[in-house]
Each structure stands twice: as structure tokens, then as C-alpha cells.
């Protein structure tokens, strides 16, 4: 099925999912606490074009990405981003890494390339689509981590989520050729949409209350094993020792770079 009408398909219905939660939040905030500025304030507006636009260019890397490598190897390769933050937050924001921003860098960069070279030295293009993503991912969570703490979280991920359905609807009227949507491909835009969007954001928002950010960028940490362990449930993927190792040596930057950046 063509990508970007995927994507349109699945942020739409992820937006069409969180609207009704923040309404409510809306709603039952009114009279206790200053009115929420509504979700086309333009306060919130520019935040969220900007956020969504990063989120957008990355999803559109991961989901091309996806079609030409495995699930397990996009997981580990997403999960990168973690460890090039502190190096873009160098670049751009002039926030020197520390010493051991770098040891995690290294790791992931070395773990990379067990995963992703081939006998002849070569990267696979899907691999190469994915390392993309990650620096988007990378650019989300600094414009995230900058605009989140001055707006609502609901209303920020609602604006962000519905950024991406309009540049994807966008995209997919000039790029995509029309095809049908099947119920295959109807049950995977609801799942990722509402499970893996709507709900997601939402039980981010809400878990957040209760724990530290460190937890959470620890637990997140945790996804490329996830996209593992799902990849070989689902769809048989097993990865090879030199795989294996490279995804743990992914894994171990991450962790390094994101404990001691926190």
C-alpha cells in the first residue's frame, strides 16, 4: 500500500482517537484551572507544526525504510536517535556532549555497523531510510523537549498527530498512485493509528505524571528489543550472532548516552 496515503490514513484516525480525550481534558479542566488554550491558538499552532513536521519526516523514512529492510534491525536503528540527541543538541544548541555522550555514541555507531553492513561493506538503502528516520527522531525530541514544558501535552501531541495526517494527506494527492484499502490494510492504519499513536501518546502523557524522565527514556530504550522479540513472534525474523551483538552494542549507547545526558 503507498506510504504516504498509509500514513494519512493511520495519523488521521489517531487524530480522530485523541480528539475526544482532550475535549474531555478541556472540559473537566474548565473552572478549576485557567481555560486550556483551544488546540488552533496560535500559541500552540507554530509548536505544533514544527513537532509534527519532524515526526512526519520521520515516519516517512521509517515507513519506506520498512518496505526494503526488517522490523527487528528498524527497531534497533530507530532507537539511535537516543544516542544522536546529545550530538544535534551539540550542533545546534552549542550543548557541548559529555564524555560519555560520546562513549554512547561510539557504541551505537559501532553496533550500526554490525547490523546494518553487508559482506561487501555496503549499507542497505532500507537500512540507510532508517538511519534517517532516527535523526528526525533525534530533531522530534529536542523541539519536543522545547516546546513541551510551555504548552499542554495533550493539546501539543493532538496538534503534532494532526500536522502529520494533513502533510501526509498532502504528499500522498501528488506522490502516491491510488489503491484500494483492503481490510488488511484498514485493521493495520486502526491499529498503529489508535493503539500506536492515540493511546500511546495518551498513556505517555498520563504515565508521565508519576515518573521521572529518566525512567521513561529508559523504558523506551527497551523498544528495539520489543521490535525483536514481536519480529520473531510475528513474522519468524531471527537474527544472526553478528546482528545480535550489534543490536546490543545499540542498545548499550543508548543507555549510556541517555543516563548520563540525564
Not at 478541556?26 to 488546540?39: C, M, T
Not at 555507531?109 to 528526525?136: F, I, K, R
Not at 492515540?198 to 502523557?205: K, Y
Amino acid at each position: 500500500f503507498p506510504v504516504f496515503s498509509f500514513m494519512a490514513l493511520r495519523f488521521t484516525l489517531a487524530a480522530l482517537a485523541l480528539a475526544p480525550i482532550v475535549l474531555w481534558q478541556s472540559r473537566r479542566n474548565r473552572g478549576r484551572v485557567p481555560a486550556i488554550r483551544p488546540i488552533h491558538s496560535a500559541s500552540v499552532l507554530l509548536p505544533s507544526l514544527l513537532v509534527g513536521t519532524a515526526l512526519f519526516t520521520g515516519y516517512a523514512f521509517q515507513t519506506f525504510g520498512l518496505q526494503l529492510t526488517t522490523p527487528a534491525k528498524a527497531g534497533f536503528i530507530t532507537g539511535l536517535s537516543v544516542a544522536i540527541v546529545p550530538i544535534v543538541a551539540a550542533l545546534v544548541m552549542r550543548q557541548p556532549p559529555s564524555r560519555n555522550a560520546w562513549i554512547g555514541v561510539s557504541l551505537a555507531t559501532l553496533g550500526l555497523a554490525l547490523l546494518s553492513l553487508t559482506a561487501d561493506l555496503t549499507v542497505q538503502t532500507g537500512d540507510l531510510l532508517v538511519m534517517c528516520c532516527a535523526v528526525a527522531y533525534a530533531a522530534h525530541i529536542l523541539l519536543l523537549g522545547h516546546f513541551a514544558p510551555r504548552h499542554n501535552a495533550l493539546q501539543l501531541a493532538l496538534g503534532q498527530i494532526a500536522t502529520v495526517a494533513v502533510l501526509s494527506l498532502a504528499a500522498a494527492l501528488i506522490f502516491d498512485p491510488r489503491a484500494a484499502v483492503t481490510q488488511q490494510v484498514l485493521f493495520a492504519a486502526v491499529f498503529t493509528g489508535v493503539l500506536a499513536t492515540a493511546v500511546a501518546f495518551f498513556v505517555q502523557t498520563v504515565a508521565q505524571r508519576f515518573t521521572t524522565s529518566t525512567h521513561t527514556a529508559l523504558i523506551f530504550a527497551a523498544e528495539p528489543v520489543f521490535a525483536g522479540l514481536f519480529s520473531f513472534i510475528l513474522i519468524g525474523e531471527v537474527l544472526g550472532p553478528r546482528q545480535l551483538i550489534g543490536g546490543a552494542l545499540i542498545l548499550g549507547g543508548m543507555l549510556v548516552a541517555e543516563l548520563k545526558r540525564r
